[in-house]
RNA sequence: GCCUUGGUGGCGGAAUUGGUAGACGCGCUGGAUUCAAAAUCCAGUUCUUUCGGGAGUGUGGGUUCGAUUCCCACCCAAGGUACCA
């Protein structure tokens, strides 16, 4: 039987069939996840995004292509897949909106989210929109808020490696004191005894505890971003500016919240090890916790009191050690310098302080100190060590002091050479009158006492035993991580459930959560310098009705102030994977039947901007809640992806600055002109420039000569970040407009490695919607007909390629095999079912609104979504002959078919026999012939 | 400086264990169709050439019958990070 569909047989239709399949998926809820199926669970995650007022570009929808089609995959592959999107609404760009234009950022963002949703939808996704989540909603942020207190009431036992309850702190404490605990805790916690705990005031037993807590209120130095108005984290400030808007940060201490992420660093860098994530993020995030291991060692300052500590990873060169160095901030500066070098030493504190942390960085070159006039003494000989102040060493990594070893570091050197100090060399074998060795592995060390003839290992095992004999050190394992700080100043972020009581933070019980954000007539800090929820008139913490009042209330004895500052954007990030399994769970953050069930995520996928940001952060709350019993892995995500970024290709058009002229591209030679930035629609695929619609965009160039080569204007092109101020945007929505959403799926695929940064260039994309145009054409017929070895051949091989490009997330070559497919197909004029039918499955993934419409239009009524895949069958693809490749020197000249069951020696003998193989010899008698059967001929000689 | 990733036609890229380099697509050239255009279809397209060939995967070496693939040294680009003691 043949039949041929009318329908088919018409164009392509890509908007109304588009439009046709989306309205089904939703309305049919066809992506729905259970939380309990007899099917295998696979959970497939983006990064869920903030939804900025931009919209979407072509750029950002690359990452949720992938996991889409990966999450389709698994779906055919008879997985029950949880696919879910939601939005990370809380931030920045709405409250700086707010300010500007004093709309709510409530309403801004709903309207984003809206749009946001409108161009995710027209991209044929197959989200589970049930389980949306948004981390500005009060449902949402209730559990945000839920997890800050669990962390409040927790502390990090270094005994068992994990968190525990606070109330078990207490209850040690009351039994034996803390001289036996072993905890995370403040440098500055006191030692004391049960009974001093008994005589301890409430107030002064609330201090000690927030020393341990694992989320607890410090004066710290802080990042001021006096721009923005507030605080902002390490990893917000790209080169010592605020990476939102590039504003200038100083140093400041204030009263703030911090999360006890150093509690994890070690968890954190052993983890990695057990998670399939990329290596360069790997790598980051390792760079980031910084740890490096040696030793803490205390000088005595001769004539005093006072000790200088130091954190070495050299303390096997200790008997080199010819100075040391403060840094200028450092606490003791003023302590031990003598009242002969006091002024200058002064002068030059003053100075360093005067250099802004970006200065000091810039300029490593130059060598500045200062001698304090006082002397150390080396914990073993007893010499005197002359101490400096110099701004090289930093106030805020290790103790902010270095005992200098000049012969072994090439920063003392350089400054021992700068001051004539001396330099001992202390190596076995080594020349160090030009620089210093700093070569771990090939150390012998001498005239170093007890440490003379070992190597870098033993010496350093030694001298550990020794210092801790004489009670001036121990080994030591120091980490660059620092704490997080967890407040900001601002309005849209999620409230801390916190109240004050004669100063100390208390929590809001969970039953009373969440705590919602107060509405207030100005965004801005108040004029007082407090943070914007300072405006909120009704912001009071009623005990005995467990609610918001009014601030006239405040009466510190039943009423008092709430928290003014709200939390930071990576807040509402850290657990939403979770949150997803349980969206709807308004008593607990989510059930354990559905945790139990979901378990992690098997692939996470997203950008690569988030290594020491969220994807750290993130880890870290899990680990947390790992250790509370709240989640049953201590990691949330076995695989990660990074996409690659989308580039914008720029046009620019040439300005010369002598006349009213603006030249074409070929023409700038020896001209002096300026580039300048044209919006790339007004630019055709061959570069060329519309004249008159530029002159339209841009008034001021109205009166300009533009001056062509070959009658057109040719503009130049330079790949950049896809960015608004660079006129280089292109908007999805214009390209499913034109060319639909399937194109775009597969076009974004065909661009090249997921991985990769590559830039965008619409003009091809006329190369995959006419594969989709083809593809609609080879269904215009279609028939029972036994489909032939020629089709059967074809089928097998793209099933198996596309199979494995999949697991490989290696997209990009499934779309050309695709092509390949449908090319042959159509030579080989294929109409049977058999053959057809599977193939929409294997595109089913990529380009699903067509697969939909094809299967149904080859008689099918339920979604292609379920479909089984396709099984691969070998016996499709065995050949009886080969093509063999015949090369004379390794150099490929002709092809020769032969039979695949032919023998090393008969096939020598056909080649050797072929003219071909006589022409290219031309008399020459061959060295050696390789053959290798099934592969190949090479001939030597 | 250090760490990571990468370097292949005019462009995006392919080549799974060392075995026909440049698949697939864009662009370009020529042709068919058309009053014309769009669309579609066909052919060609790494460079070079005296049309026999010759060269060719950032550069220079090496291993091998054979190297885009493995090894050594170097150059360049992108990203991360930085007086980290």
Known sequence: MQFENERITMNYNFREIEAKWQKFWAENQT???????????????????????????????LGYIASDIYARYKRHKGFNVLHPMGYDSFGLPAEQYAIQTGQHPAITTEANIKRYREQLDQLGFSFDWSREVRTSDPKYYKWTQWVFIQLFNSWYNKDSNKAEDITDLISVFEKEGNTNVQAVCDDDTPQFSAEDWAGFSDRTKQEILLKYRLTYLADTEVNWCPALGTVLAN?????????????????????QWSMRITAYAQRLLDGLDTIDWPQPLKDSQTNWIGRSEGAHVEFNVQGSDHKIAVFTTRPDTIFGASFMTLAPEHELVAKITSPEQKAEVEAYVEVTAKRSERDRMADVKTI???????????????????VWIGDYVLASYGTGAVMAVPCGDQRDYDFAKHFNIPIPNIFEGVDISEEAFADKAN???ANSDFLNGLNFRQATRKVVDELEKIGQGQGKINYRLRDAVFSRQRYWGEPFPVYYVDGMPQMIADEHLPLELPEVEKYLPTETGEPPLGNATHWAWDTQSNTVVANELIDDQTVFPLELNTMPGWAGSSQYFN??????????IYSEEAIGYWQDVDLYIGGSEHATGHLLYSRFWQKFLFDKGIAPKDEYAKKLINQGMITGTSAFVYKDMDSNKVYSKGLIEGKNTIPIHADVSLVNASDELDIEAFKEWQPDYKDSEFVLEDGKYIVGREIEKMSKSKYNVVNPDHICEEFGADSLRLYEMFLGPLEQSKPWNTAGITGVHSFLKKLWKLYGTVSDTEANAENLKTLHKTIKKVEEDIENFSFNTSVSTFMICVNELTAQKCTSKS???PLAILVSPYAPHIAEELWERLGHTESIAAAAFPKFDERHLVESSKEYPISFNGKMKFTLELPLDMGKDEIEKAVMAHEKTKAQLNGREPKRVIVVPGRIVNIVG
């Open 31 to 61: 992506f729905k996840a259970r939380n309990n199926s007899e099917q295998p669970k696979f959970y497939v995650l983006d990064m869920f995004p903030y939804p900025s007022g931009a919209g979407l570009h072509v750029g950002h929808p």
């Open 235 to 255: 990893d917000e400030i790209v080169n010592g500016v605020s990476e939102r808007g590039g504003h200038p940060v100083i140093r400041k201490k204030m009263t």
């Open 368 to 386: 500045s100190g200062v001698f304090t006039g006082a002397y150390a003494e080396h914990p073993f000989t007893k010499d005197p060590v002359p």
């Open 443 to 445: 150390t012998i060390i």
């Open 579 to 588: 949150r997803y399994m349980d969206p709807g769970n308004d008593n607990a």
């Open 835 to 837: 053959i057809l039918e």
